[in-house]
Nanobody, 126 residues
Framework: QVQLVESGGGSVQAGGSLRLSCAAS????????MGWFRQAPGKEREGVAA????????FYADSVKGRFTISQDNAKNTLYLQMNSLKPEDTAMYYC???????????????????WGQGTQVTVSP
């Protein structure tokens, strides 16, 4: 049984930083396509970033490029999202997701990941 458990969310002022973590069990993240998504109230879910370490591939939404960094610790089977220079528009529930490694190909990760965590709230105040 796959479980993804996010942590690290919270409230921060604009310009601040947070690091989200996603502890995975029931799958090996080094052999999976791993991603972070977010959803703000009244908005559609947005793919933020994805990674497949088997090919050293990372993907980012344009809105977070240069500010967010996705990474993983394979020994801990944990995914991370380092978020710097946070903006009020980054406020959302952030979700960790996982799927077959092949989804980390082009933009497929945005639609194909099929395991999801429960989410962690990030709130950025002006």
């Amino acid at each position: 049984q796959v479980q993804l458990v996010e942590s690290g969310g919270g409230s921060v002022q604009a310009g601040g930083s947070l690091r989200l973590s996603c502890a995975a069990s029931g799958l090996t993240i080094s052999r999976s396509c791993m991603g972070w998504f977010r959803q703000a109230p009244g908005k559609e879910r947005e793919g933020v970033a994805a990674i497949y370490s088997g090919r050293g591939s990372t993907f980012y939404a344009d809105s977070v490029k240069g500010r967010f960094t996705i990474s993983q610790d394979n020994a801990k089977n944990t995914l991370y999202l380092q978020m710097n220079s946070l903006k009020p528009e980054d406020t959302a529930m952030y979700y960790c997701a996982a799927g077959h490694w092949s989804y980390c190909s082009g933009g497929n990760w945005r639609q194909g990941l099929n395991y999801w965590g429960q989410g962690t709230q990030v709130t950025v105040s002006p």
